[in-house]
Each structure stands twice: as structure tokens, then as C-alpha cells.
């Protein structure tokens, strides 16, 4: 028997599984593992063709809505019998602009989603895995959450809170048999730009009109033409999900391995490199203002230094 086929008839609920997104594939995936899936999305009418399938059974669920969230979690409780073996935190909103001028609204509505969306759920279902000694809790971050560019700082600081709290709960429900796995995304093809409406500031309003050509292009840099189908994404992900001991992280998506190297990059090599390829040294420039170099400098000694330290304690030892 492998792992996956062990876990057969597994209860899983996943938020934001509307057509076209990571959730709906996630869905069906799981649901070809031979998984009873409970499907959530805001609104019924985009999930119309998971509908169809027998193992899956579409709940209206808000993430943002507490009463959404306990109605949706004790209706598929009362469906199986009290239980939920797997909680798939998925449903999410883009962000993207100058960090400083993005309206209050605007951040708290991102931060009431993502963040506290997955938070909602978990103390909803968490419960219940603990009380039967079992279950995963399986968290969607982002690359972002690792590291984070200009004009995200809004979306990626609540995917960064999202790996956080998901480290918290990792060792805080391992004695209860519950095991907690983040899937990092890197660009995956989905709705997720054409979903986002958010318009930047006129130029009156805001000290980066110089710089709105990199920010509007950079806002839908998740959906390259190089991004990763999302039906692949979800054929990758789910038997890792399924494993009876899952791992904490689970990286993939196009241009995600780059950007989890950049976690291990000093920051002052990083920002050179993403002020670079997001336009803030561009803006610089046209604003004249003087380059932040010795860092950079200072950062790539210490990177010789320690590469030329690790080769000597390499050859010294092998
Ligand atoms: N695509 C990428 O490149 C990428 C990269 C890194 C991380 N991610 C993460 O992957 C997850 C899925 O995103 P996606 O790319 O598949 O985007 P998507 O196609 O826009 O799907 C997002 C889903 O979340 C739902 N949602 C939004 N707000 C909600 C709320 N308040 N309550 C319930 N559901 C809500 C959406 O519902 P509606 O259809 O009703 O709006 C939709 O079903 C998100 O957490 C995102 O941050 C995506």
C-alpha cells in the first residue's frame, strides 16, 4: 500500500475553489486520489463544474466571515459524521503598489483574507483534528512569504505572517497528531490578477507616478507566460499533501526555486538585485538620489569570505 492509497475516503474542506484557480484543481486532484472533497467558494455558480463530480460537494464559504465559516465548517461535519481530516487554507487576494500609499481599507481587506481567512478556519476545524488525534492542516503561502520585491509589500507581508503562523501551529499541534504543511506557490497560472481590481493612485496622489509603468507590469508577474498550469501544479502537490508524514515546506511553480535561494541571498544583494528588475533603481535615478552601494559591496565580501571559508572547511574535512 503506498502513502496516498492509505489515505483513501479522506474528509478534506478547501476554501477558494472557484473555476480557473489552484483551489479548483487542488479539488479535483483530491478528489481523483479518491478524497470526499468539500469544495468552499463565495459564490456557488463558479464552482458549477466541480458540481458534477461525485466525490466533491461545493459549500458556500466566506473567509472573511466568521458566521460563513462556522456555518460552512458544521455543515460539512454534520455530512460526514464530525469529521474533517484535511483543512486546505487556499482561498487568497493579490495586493500590489507602493507598500507606503496602499489604503488602509485595501490592507485590511487583504489582511482579512489572507491571514485572518486562514486563522478563521483553523480554529474552526483544528479542534476537531486534535479531539481525533489526526488530520493536516495544509496552509497556502507564497514565494513572497520567503522574500519579499518592491510593490508587494502589502500581499507578501500577510503570505510571510502565513508561514509564521503556520510554523506556531506545526509544533503546536504535532502532540496531537496533527500535521501542518505550507504549499508555496511560485507563479501559477489562475485568476488571481484578473480577480484584482485595486487601481494605484493618479499621479497627483502619489510620489511614484515615475515608476508606474514597472509597478503596473510587476502586478501581473504571477501570470507569465512561463507560469505553471495549474492542473500540473495540483498533480505535484497533492500525493505530497496525502503522505501520512507530509513535509513542513512544499516549494514548486515556476521561477519558485530562484526566489527560495534568494531567502539565503543577504538582503543588501537582494535589493540590488530586485531594485534592478522592479524598477526602483530606475526610480532612483530619476530622482537623483545618490546609489546605496557600500552595502552591496560590503555584502559581497562577506559572501567570498564565507564561500572561500566553506571551501576550506570542506577540503579540510573530505
Ligand atoms: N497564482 C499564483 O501565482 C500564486 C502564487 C503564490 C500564491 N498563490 C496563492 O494561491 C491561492 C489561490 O490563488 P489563485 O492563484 O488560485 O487565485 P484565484 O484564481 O483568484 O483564486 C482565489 C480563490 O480565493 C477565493 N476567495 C477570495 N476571497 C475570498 C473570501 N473572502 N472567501 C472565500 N474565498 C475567497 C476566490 O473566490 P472568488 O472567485 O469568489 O473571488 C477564488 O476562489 C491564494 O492564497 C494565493 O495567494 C497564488
Not at 62 to 88: E, F, Y
Not at 111 to 120: A, C, L, S
Not at 246 to 262: D, F, K, L, N, V
Request: glycine share 6%; with cysteine; net charge neutral.
Amino acid at each position: 500500500m503506498t502513502a496516498t492509497t492509505a489515505n483513501i475516503e479522506r474528509v478534506v474542506l478547501i476554501s477558494g475553489c472557484s473555476a480557473g484557480g489552484i483551489g479548483h484543481h487542488l479539488a479535483l486532484e483530491l478528489a481523483a486520489h479518491g478524497c470526499r472533497v468539500f469544495a468552499g467558494v463565495r459564490t456557488l455558480s463558479k464552482a458549477q463544474a466541480l458540481a458534477d463530480n461525485p466525490r466533491i460537494d461545493v459549500v458556500e464559504l466566506d473567509i472573511t466571515s466568521d458566521a460563513s465559516v462556522d456555518t460552512a465548517v458544521a455543515n460539512v461535519l454534520a455530512a460526514t459524521g464530525g469529521r474533517i481530516d484535511m483543512l486546505v487554507n487556499n482561498a487568497g487576494i493579490h495586493s500590489a503598489g507602493p507598500s507606503v500609499e496602499a489604503p488602509l481599507a485595501q490592507v485590511q481587506r487583504v489582511w482579512d483574507t489572507n491571514f485572518m481567512g486562514v486563522v478563521r478556519l483553523c480554529r474552526a476545524v483544528a479542534p476537531y483534528m486534535m479531539d481525533s488525534r489526526q488530520g493536516t492542516v495544509v496552509n497556502v503561502g507564497s514565494t513572497g512569504g520567503y522574500v519579499t520585491t518592491p510593490w508587494m509589500g502589502i500581499y507578501t507581508s500577510t503570505k510571510a505572517a502565513v508561514h509564521a503562523y503556520s510554523d506556531a501551529l506545526r509544533m503546536e499541534l504535532a502532540p496531537f497528531g496533527v500535521s501542518v504543511v505550507v504549499v508555496v506557490p511560485g507563479c501559477i497560472q489562475s485568476n488571481i490578477v484578473n480577480n484584482y481590481s485595486d487601481t494605484l493612485p493618479d499621479d497627483d496622489n502619489t510620489r511614484y507616478a515615475m515608476a508606474r509603468q514597472a509597478i503596473e507590469e510587476k502586478t501581473v508577474l504571477s501570470q507569465t507566460p512561463g507560469a505553471t498550469p495549474t492542473s500540473k501544479f495540483a498533480q505535484v502537490i497533492v500525493p505530497k499533501i496525502l503522505r501520512s508524514s507530509p513535509r513542513a515546506y512544499i516549494t514548486y511553480g515556476h521561477h519558485s526555486s530562484m526566489i527560495w535561494c534568494m531567502y539565503y541571498v543577504p538582503p543588501a544583494i537582494r535589493d540590488y538585485f530586485f531594485s534592478r528588475w522592479f524598477g526602483t533603481h530606475q526610480l532612483a535615478k530619476d530622482l537623483r538620489t545618490p546609489p546605496l552601494s557600500a552595502p552591496i559591496a560590503y555584502s559581497i565580501s562577506v559572501c567570498v569570505a564565507l564561500v572561500a571559508v566553506m571551501l576550506g572547511a570542506f577540503y579540510a574535512l573530505f
